[in-house]
């Protein structure tokens, strides 16, 4: 298991951007998928982008060309860059990760809120 702690969150303009981390205890390197999900008021948590330990990365179609995540093993981290901000990305902002094979797990930080408003 890792423990996942978020920051970043606050309240931003319409248009404007804002960069989350997680900083990640424990070994960056036995996690294969880290992952940004989140969940506005009253709708179910959704997934907003997703980084392997391959560096790959995927998207949901509504933050496409918006955000961007990534990953720095050396410090433990993983970043959620969000630009062209819209009302409708308000939500809190949860940091995930997942290891699969001998030693399986499912973390998830306690989440930041952004809000998105004029």
């Known amino acids: 298991q890792v423990q996942l702690v978020e920051s970043g969150g606050g309240l931003v303009q319409p248009g404007g951007s804002l960069r989350l981390s997680c900083a990640v205890s424990?070994?960056?390197?036995?996690?294969?998928?880290m992952g940004w999900y989140r969940q506005a008021p009253g709708k179910r948590r959704e997934m907003a982008a997703l980084?392997?330990?391959?560096?790959?990365?995927n998207y949901a179609d509504s933050v496409k060309g918006r955000f961007t995540i990534s990953r720095d093993n050396a410090k433990n981290a993983v970043y959620l860059q969000m630009n062209s901000l819209k009302p409708e990305d308000t939500a809190v902002y949860y940091c995930?990760?997942?290891?699969?094979?001998?030693?399986?797990?499912?973390?998830w930080g306690q989440g930041t809120q952004v809000t998105v408003s004029s």
């Open positions: 995930n990760a997942m290891a699969f094979g001998t030693t399986p797990f499912n973390s």
């Open positions: 980084i392997s330990n391959t560096g790959s990365t």
């Open positions: 424990g070994s960056i390197l036995s996690i294969n998928i």
